[in-house]
């Protein structure tokens, strides 16, 4: 596993994470556990997260149960990884905390996914998405006052447009990987500038990069996209298989090409990938191995330019 400051001068991370949006809902307690293990074997150190993860998919679980099984995966080992979670999407029935935004909404968000992850500070505390209500700079006060009390070490965002970014961030996620390069049109360069680090979502779009989908065959039962097939275009099955042919130009896999290429461009800090299995994770940690030389990415950009967006 290979590492990488995150943005500017921010903590050190490995190239790949590890998204926690499964555990809770698709994966039980048992699942959860063994998929954290594989990543800690694997080297990958930064594990993400938010707090409404858990309440949805097939388990019935409910909004925490993410972060809680995270936290019960990582307790032996907390000191020597980097801890990232959000706040910020409707995690409450009600608005009796003000806007998600607001001073008291963030501290008592942060207190519940303190308890919940069982630790007594984040690594990377994001505010998940806008609430379109209290200024950006408000919320950003008051995760700098969190920092400065020591139960956050860093601050980050989401889904925040370019043109609000700051460098009170370290970082911010989007959805971004080689069959949507619109963030290099204006997220990218923001970041450049800002020095903040860029941490990719859905970097294997919705396992469209994995090779598990295939011109004319019907999705695999219980894959993503057996209720997303609108992602299935010809388009996106032409680009799909002009990067297969690349990787085997090369001896990769579509999923080398997938996060190696990914991690490669400018501003990644570290690909967050979603995995359901163990042997998931150590094929998405190995993935990064591969670094791409410049005439690699020109290649690349032949298939999907820069800015383009597939699907």
Known sequence: MRYRRLGAGGPAVSVVGLGGNNFGSRLDEDGTRAVVYAALDAGITLFDTADI??????????????????????????????LATKFGMEMYDDDAYGPRGSSRYIRHALEQSLRRLGTEWIDLYQYHEPDGVTPLDETVAV??????????????????????????????????????????TELVPACRRAGIGLLPYYPLANGLLTGKYRRGERPPPGSRLTWRQGWLTDDALDR?????????????????????????????GSVICGAMTPEQVTANAAAAEWIPTAADLAALDAIVPPGERVV
């Open 53 to 82: 993860y858990g309440g949805y998919g097939d388990r019935g679980g409910s909004r925490g149960d993410g972060e809680r099984l995270l936290g019960a995966a990582l307790k032996a080992d907390r000191d020597r990884v980097f």
């Open 143 to 184: 995760l700098q006052e969190l920092v400065a009390e020591g139960k956050i070490r860093s601050v980050g965002c989401s889904n925040v447009p370019a043109d609000q970014l700051t460098d009170a961030f370290v970082s911010t996620q989007a959805c971004y990987h080689l069959l949507d390069r619109s963030a290099e």
């Open 240 to 268: 799909v298989e002009a990067l297969t042919a690349y990787g085997a130009e090369r001896g990769l896999t579509l999923l080398e090409v997938a996060v190696g290429g990914l991690a490669a461009l400018p501003a990644v």
